[in-house]
């Protein structure tokens, strides 16, 4: 596996491909690399695309100065996880790279998605995703690029910075890789005692509660239901919605099959947590 760290060896390794017509396969990363990470490279080795990870811990998406403070570094770790996956490359930009001086944001209107869930709870966030995604994008040029649908409202920030802006690159949305007592894989997990990480596995759970009561009880009792399970178990529950998968806007009834999701963010441990399933 190649460590890229300035543009010019990014370049290079991406003109190499280019001139071998091989198409690359791009997973955009900040690292602390966990078996959900390594599932998206996977799915690119996979299909035989040259496949590149990037790690960058982009500062332009965080909205809480301790949040961005607190992000696990494990960069030996992740490296050796990568070239055990398949990988055949690691780019490791600086932040002078990403934002240069010359760099201008570019203008996404994100409608909706900056408007609910996630959004109003993190001024700024998408923006900075579309800024980072934006200029890896525009560097590595890949054909294909992976994103995992545990973020499920940045798959949609993703999906519409694609059709504004690379309708020639291929988004590929991969599912939710879980640990066995059904906790989502996240960086933000190694932050967790094994009591917290205890806890953290009754979010999806919950989830699952009230995905179960679907048809049954109104969404609002069931989600209150949810809450109240949630609550005893010391966990703070900052939102826990139903929308509608293809909008993402709110609903107070049941969807049709296959178009609700339910999604929340919790705190453990002073730890945010995201989650969310589709029915
Ligand atoms: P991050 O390093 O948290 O920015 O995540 C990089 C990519 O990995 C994003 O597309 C995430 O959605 C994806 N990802 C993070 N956790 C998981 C998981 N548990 N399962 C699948 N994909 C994930």
């Given at each position: ?29 900040m ?23 990037s790690i960058f811990v982009n ?34 930009p600086?932040?002078?790279?990403i ?181």
């Amino acid at each position: 596996m190649e460590i890229l760290k300035t543009e010019l060896e990014l370049n290079n390794w991406v003109k190499n491909q280019h001139a071998n017509t091989t198409k690359i396969g791009f997973v955009p990363t900040m690292g602390a690399l966990h078996e959900g990470h390594i599932y998206l490279v996977k799915q690119s080795v996979k299909q035989e695309l040259a496949t590149i990870v990037s790690i960058f811990v982009n500062p332009k998406q965080f909205n809480n100065a301790s949040d961005l403070n607190k992000y696990p570094i494990t960069i030996e770790a992740d490296i050796k996880l990568l070239k055990k996956s398949g990988c055949n490359a690691l780019f490791i930009p600086t932040i002078d790279i990403i934002y240069p001086s010359y760099f201008l944001p570019i203008k996404l209107d994100l409608g909706i998605l900056d408007k609910v869930l996630e959004g109003p709870k993190r001024p700024g966030h998408f923006n900075g995703v579309a800024q980072v995604v934006y200029r890896l994008f525009k560097m590595v040029n890949p054909d294909k690029a992976f994103f995992g649908l545990k973020d499920f409202q940045q798959c949609k920030v993703i999906k519409l910075l694609a059709s504004h802006f690379f309708t020639n690159i291929k988004i590929e949305l991969c599912p939710t890789i879980r640990h066995k007592s059904g906790l989502a894989m996240s960086s933000r997990n190694m932050r967790l005692s094994d009591n917290g990480k205890k806890r953290a596995s009754l979010i999806y759970k919950t989830l699952n509660v009230i995905k179960n009561l679907n048809n049954a009880i109104e969404p609002k009792d069931a989600i209150k239901y949810g809450k109240h399970l949630l609550a005893e178990n010391n966990i703070e529950v900052e939102y826990l919605e139903l929308a509608n998968s293809k909008t993402l806007d709110s609903w107070i009834v049941w969807q049709p099959e296959k178009q609700n999701i339910l999604l929340i963010a919790a705190y453990i441990e002073g730890v945010r947590l995201i989650d969310n399933i589709q029915f």
